[in-house]
C-alpha cells in the first residue's frame, strides 16, 4: 500500500507526465501536418523536420515508458502466471521483478547520466537546425530516474503485500 504522500506524489506525476506526453504528441502532429503542407501543396520541403521531430519524439517515447511504469500498464509477459500457482510465490516473483527494474534501471540510468554528461562536455548540436541536442539527451535521464522512482514504489507495495497479516 501506498503512503498518502507517494498517492499524491504519483497523482502529479501523471498529471505533469499526461500534459508532456500530450504536448509532444500535438508537437508530432503538427510538426508532420507542416512538413506535408509544405512539401506537397507548396512544393518546398522544409529541411530540417526528421530533426526538428526527434525532440519531441524521443521525449514521448521516454515519458511514455515512465506513463507506464506508473500506471503498471507496460507490456508483460506473464508466462509465470501459468506454472506459478501459490499467491505468495507470486507476490514474490513480484517483489524479485521490481528489484531486477531497480537494478537494470540504476545501471542504465549511470549510464545515461555519463552519457548527457559527455553531451554537455562537446556541445553537441543539431546539424542542420544546430539546437542543442542535450535536450533530447535529458529525456534519457529523467525518463529512466521516472521509472526507477516508480519501480521503488512498486518494490515496496510488494514488499508489504508479502510480509502483511492477510498472506495466504
Not at 1 to 11: I, N
Not at 19 to 38: P, R
Not at 107 to 119: K, R
Not at 126 to 147: E, Q
Request: with cysteine; glycine share 6%.
Amino acid at each position: 500500500m501506498l503512503a498518502p504522500w507517494e498517492k499524491k506524489f504519483c497523482g502529479f506525476m501523471y498529471s505533469v507526465q499526461s500534459i508532456f506526453i500530450v504536448g509532444c504528441i500535438l508537437a508530432c502532429v503538427g510538426i508532420m501536418c507542416v512538413q506535408i503542407v509544405l512539401r506537397y501543396v507548396f512544393h518546398a520541403p522544409l529541411m530540417g523536420v526528421e530533426e526538428l521531430l526527434y525532440f519531441p519524439t524521443i521525449w514521448l517515447y521516454l515519458l511514455g515508458g515512465a506513463n507506464a511504469s506508473l500506471e503498471r500498464s507496460h507490456i508483460a509477459c506473464g508466462v509465470i502466471n501459468v506454472y506459478v500457482k501459490s499467491e505468495r510465490t507470486m507476490k514474490i516473483l513480484n517483489l524479485f521483478q521490481a528489484l531486477v527494474v531497480i537494478g537494470v534501471g540504476t545501471w542504465l540510468l549511470y549510464w545515461a547520466v555519463w552519457y548527457l554528461s559527455y553531451a554537455l562536455k562537446v556541445n553537441k548540436v543539431g546539424t542542420i537546425i544546430h539546437y542543442p541536442l542535450v535536450i533530447n539527451d535529458a529525456s534519457l535521464v529523467v525518463g529512466i530516474f521516472l521509472m526507477i522512482v516508480y519501480a521503488v514504489f512498486e518494490f515496496k507495495e510488494y514488499l508489504c503485500e508479502i510480509f502483511s497479516k492477510k498472506v495466504n
